[in-house]
């Protein structure tokens, strides 16, 4: 019998994103879908994986799949929990800390949340998480996200940032661990470069989606789909 399935959302978004992606296709059971972009008592990535397995069934295991940040807390529930833990997806996400490039970026993230709040925030931030190509023909669908996402809290995504912004490193984790894990990739993601998921993927698996971003859910939705549900029954 699989672990129940949970689907993690990712920075600048909430669990609606799943709303938009699992009801299209068939599923063993109904996933669980955390949603979590409000919280500000998690001060690390770690935390928030303690917190979200405290709000799931006190039993069994679970085949994580998560989304950017999502999977960043899938690393550390499967480093920390590898008993509740029987597989883990990341799509569009990294086992790589941030660079100080990256973690300066962050810094710049929650002064900008900090002087102008969220919905100016997500009028420049969703749009980047595409393919240039995928914007300019689907205008209705980013207006749509950034309409969704206006009311989420700045709190909350500044303690999101600071926690990304720390995170561990766990490429040595993944060469170690017995879980099975499968990177899905869009080659034109903006955020995470295809050398760096080649190089640390190890002995997993790894599933690259031709001209995709940072939303395969929206982008590529069935080759999404079909790399998870191959992975889940192998």
């Known amino acids: 019998?699989?672990?129940s399935l949970v689907?993690?959302?990712?920075?600048?978004?909430?669990?609606?994103i799943w709303d938009d992606f699992i009801p299209d296709f068939s599923w063993s059971e109904k996933p669980f879908v955390p949603s979590f972009a409000h919280w500000t008592s998690a001060k690390s990535i770690g935390e928030y994986a303690?917190?979200?397995?405290?709000?799931l069934p006190q039993d069994g295991k679970f085949?994580?799949?998560?989304?950017?940040?999502?999977?960043y807390i899938a690393l550390e529930l499967a480093k920390q929990f590898p008993d509740r833990v029987e597989k883990v997806i990341l799509l569009h996400s990294?086992?790589?800390?941030?660079?100080?490039?990256?973690?300066?970026?962050?810094d710049r993230t929650v002064e900008f949340l900090q002087k102008h709040g969220t919905s100016v925030f997500i009028k420049s931030f969703v749009a980047n998480l595409f393919a240039p190509h995928f914007v300019p023909k689907n205008r209705d669908l980013i207006e749509n996200l950034i309409?969704?996402?206006?009311d989420l809290s700045a709190e909350g995504l500044i303690a999101a940032t600071q926690a990304m912004r720390n995170r561990a490193d766990f490429t040595s984790f993944l060469r170690e661990t017995g879980i099975p894990f499968l990177f899905i990739h869009g080659d034109a993601d903006p955020l995470i470069s295809t050398e760096s998921i080649l190089a640390i993927k190890a002995q997993h698996k790894c599933v690259i989606l031709p001209g995709v971003g940072h939303q395969g859910v929206y982008e590529a939705p069935q080759a999404c789909y079909?790399?998870?549900q191959s992975f889940i029954a192998d």
């Open 63 to 71: 085949i994580f799949t998560g989304h950017s940040m999502g999977g």
């Open 1 to 3: 019998m699989p672990g």
């Open 94 to 106: 990294t086992a790589l800390p941030d660079t100080a490039e990256k973690q300066v970026n962050r």
């Open 226 to 228: 079909d790399a998870i």
């Open 50 to 55: 303690r917190e979200i397995l405290a709000i």
């Open 147 to 150: 309409m969704r996402y206006q």
């Open 7 to 16: 689907f993690l959302h990712g920075f600048g978004e909430d669990a609606r």
